[in-house]
């Protein structure tokens, strides 16, 4: 069973910044390309930044700039550093991953999701 847990949301100041983690565990082949997703209050979920295993990255264009995604593959775990936080970033943030269970399959896996909120 494979499992997705965020950590490190929080209240910031506009302008401040924080850092998201998500680390994968459980039984599996191979961790593909991992992310971040954010779902604000009556929107739809949304991408924010991914990046595969060779270490490309995307983003969202509302977070170039501000936003980085890395990963530790070694250690299972994708980092969301946001710097230059706006009200607008406010959301749920969710890590995703897909991730090979054996050598044929792979799945799309969501953490639960961490609160993000930036406010004066």
């Known amino acids: 069973q494979v499992q997705l847990v965020e950590s490190g949301g929080g209240l910031v100041q506009p302008g401040g910044s924080l850092r998201l983690s998500c680390a994968a565990s459980?039984?599996?082949?191979?961790?593909?390309?991992m992310g971040w997703y954010r779902q604000a209050p009556a929107k739809q979920r949304e991408l924010v930044a991914t990046?595969?295993?060779?270490?490309?990255?995307n983003s969202a264009d509302s977070v170039k700039g501000r936003f980085t995604v890395s990963r530790d593959s070694a250690k299972n775990m994708v980092y969301l550093q946001m710097n230059s936080l706006k009200p607008e970033d406010t959301a749920v943030y969710y890590c995703?991953?897909?991730?090979?269970?054996?050598?044929?399959?792979?799945?799309?896996?969501w953490g639960q999701g961490t609160q993000v909120t930036v406010s004066s």
């Open positions: 995703n991953a897909l991730i090979g269970t054996n050598l044929f399959a792979r799945d799309n896996y």
């Open positions: 459980g039984t599996f082949f191979r961790i593909y390309t």
């Open positions: 990046i595969t295993r060779d270490g490309s990255t």
